[in-house]
């Protein structure tokens, strides 16, 4: 051993032949042989460890983007979602020596808020039936559809109340297609439901935002008009991705007609031990033939790393362009519009003022021009 004095739950190890690395201190057992325990960073080969095969091989078992949760959000958020953002200043010369960079950034990558690095060393392997699978193709990795897409309609929106009255809501008539049968659900509903995906999923895939919440005015027509309106494309979203869509916990939420239903299939989702990163013990994969090689699964990482960062950025330069041209069509716009219209309009009334009959033509069309323009504009 190398480093015992690490407190992040991993030692610093050295096997026989010189290639250094980390192993989990859990799969440790050290002991010595009639010398006490060399100062940490002495390597004595003589030290026998205890390591079991699996973990030995630092190289081929566990990778530098796994680790403990960091204490920050924006930590976790910049390192993503399934393990952290790869080593971005590695050389040719380091690329070898896959395990010596491993104990450099450690401390940097080895981060993630979904307790990757418990499962990675077996403390969150949970045992579930719910299987999900992945196929690799030519289009690369896509979520396998199992079940028949699912579409729900939200409509008739009503006012209720409980406590006599004390309390009121706004409850929304949900009917999915696959059953016809339709439930009520309230807005806390759908927060919880939003909760609980990104519980199960939010170490592998996007939930969509919910639209937000709203204390004053939420009685009102219009606003309840427009809440519906948005939760329908949240449903729609959450209906059309392969995963989400084809969840225990979004198909109860559809399915359940009763409040014995309801709390059975709530009780049940919220003791789910594959959470986390504990829902990589129900992932597979439907290719057996999928490449071990570790350049390889390296430099697919780093290539999809770049692409995710890359999508970060142009959709949000997409977005701030868009607004700006919103704000440009509802204020500037109209007004250049009406203005072009008014000029179109004093330029036919001044040819009619020859009180030519040949022009008429000529006439009518400029002063249909002007009024397109104006009502293009708003006027």
Not at 11 to 33: C, H
Not at 84 to 98: I, M, V, Y
Not at 161 to 173: A, P, R, T, V
Request: proline share 5%; charged share 25%; net charge negative.
């Amino acid at each position: 051993m190398s480093a015992q004095d690490r407190d992040d739950g991993w030692f610093e190890a050295e096997t026989s032949d010189g290639r250094k690395g980390l192993v989990p201190r859990d799969y440790v057992q050290v002991w010595t042989t009639g010398n006490a325990l060399p100062a940490p960073g002495f390597n004595n080969q003589a030290q026998s460890v205890h390591v079991p095969p699996a973990t030995l091989n630092v190289q081929a078992s566990f990778s530098p983007d796994e680790g403990d949760s960091w204490d920050s959000d924006e930590e976790a958020a910049e390192h993503g979602t399934l393990g952290g953002r790869r080593r971005q200043k590695e050389s040719d010369a380091s690329r070898p020596n896959r395990a010596s960079s491993a104990v450099i950034s450690l401390n940097k990558v080895m981060q993630g808020k979904h307790g990757l690095d418990s499962f990675l060393i077996g403390k969150n392997c949970p045992i579930t039936a719910e299987s999900i699978v992945i196929q690799v193709g030519e289009g690369g990795p896509r979520w396998e559809v199992t079940t028949p897409r699912l579409h729900c309609i939200i409509a008739s929106p009503k006012k209720s109340n409980k406590l006599y009255g004390m309390k009121s809501f706004i409850e929304y008539q949900l009917t999915p297609n696959d059953s016809l049968v339709s439930v009520f659900r309230r807005y806390k509903h759908f927060d919880w439901l939003y909760e609980r995906l990104v519980a199960k999923f939010g170490a592998v895939a996007l939930v969509p935002p919910l639209p937000d919440k709203q204390v004053a005015g939420r009685f009102e027509d219009e606003f309840i008009q427009l809440r519906m309106e948005r939760l329908q494309a949240w449903m729609d979203r959450v209906c059309f991705h392969p995963l989400l869509g084809s969840s225990q916990v979004f198909r109860h939420f559809l399915h359940a007609s009763n409040e014995k239903e309801w709390k059975e299939g709530k009780r049940k989702a919220e003791k789910d031990e594959a959470v986390g990163a504990g829902v990589f013990a129900s992932i597979s994969t439907s290719n057996p033939t999928l490449s071990n090689d570790l350049d390889e699964i390296d430099h697919n990482i780093e290539k999809f790393t770049r692409f995710v960062r890359s999508m970060d950025e142009t959709v949000k330069h997409l977005l701030s362009c868009g607004q700006a041209h919103y704000r440009h069509c509802v204020t500037e716009f109209p007004k250049d519009y009406q203005g072009m219209g008014k000029a179109i309009k004093d330029l036919s009334t001044t040819f009619a003022m020859n009180e030519i009959q040949s022009e008429n033509s000529l006439i009518n069309a400029m002063s249909f021009m002007g009024t397109t323009y104006d009502k293009i504009g708003g006027g």
